[in-house]
């Protein structure tokens, strides 16, 4: 058999087959697969984690993180937060408070867009965060917007009973 370890020069190091499988340095860095471990656990290749991984601190990922469909990403002590892929939709759920999408940036938007019925995309809502308006969008085509004397109707207006407060002007 081709197995041994060895230490030295403030090291210690584990062969299989002779390679070497995992190397502990003078740091106490341990590296599996890797000879220059950057962290305290460093490992070239694959995890499999069998029961739960609990992490303190701040996780960096600098690749895809792949959950299959029907698995969740739960927020919350009470885990009543939860973000999954259904095989068909994207679900964002809540059971205690609000959902709030909020964009700090000065003077930029939130913007929803999806499908325009012919492959492309359109938008649909638009907060406008350097003017303070609103905007309702069909196909991309701007219908509805407010603004800071009321609101901008584009395009003809159908309804069943329309009561006027005020002054009209045509």
Aim: charged share 20%; hydrophobic share 30%; glycine share 12%.
């Amino acid at each position: 058999s081709d197995e041994s370890f060895y230490m030295g020069a403030g090291k210690l190091f584990f062969y299989a087959d002779g390679t070497e499988r995992l190397r502990v340095d003078s740091a106490g860095n341990v590296g599996i697969a890797t000879a220059t471990p950057r962290q305290t656990l460093d490992v070239d290749g694959g995890v499999h984690i069998q029961e739960n991984l609990n992490v303190v601190g701040v996780s960096t990922f600098s690749d895809i993180v792949n959950l299959p469909d029907g698995v969740s990403i739960k927020f919350g002590t009470g885990l009543d937060g939860e973000v999954k892929h259904t095989g068909s939709n994207l679900q964002i759920q809540e059971d205690t408070g609000n959902i709030q999408i909020v964009n700090y940036a000065n003077d930029k938007d939130v913007v929803i867009s999806t499908d325009d019925s012919s492959g492309g995309i359109a938008t649909y809502f638009k907060a406008d965060g350097s003017t303070g308006e609103t905007i309702l969008y069909n196909y991309g085509n701007e219908k509805i917007k407010t603004t800071a004397s009321g609101i901008e109707v584009t395009g003809t207006t159908d309804t069943d009973n329309l009561i006027i407060s005020g002054t009209v002007s045509v």
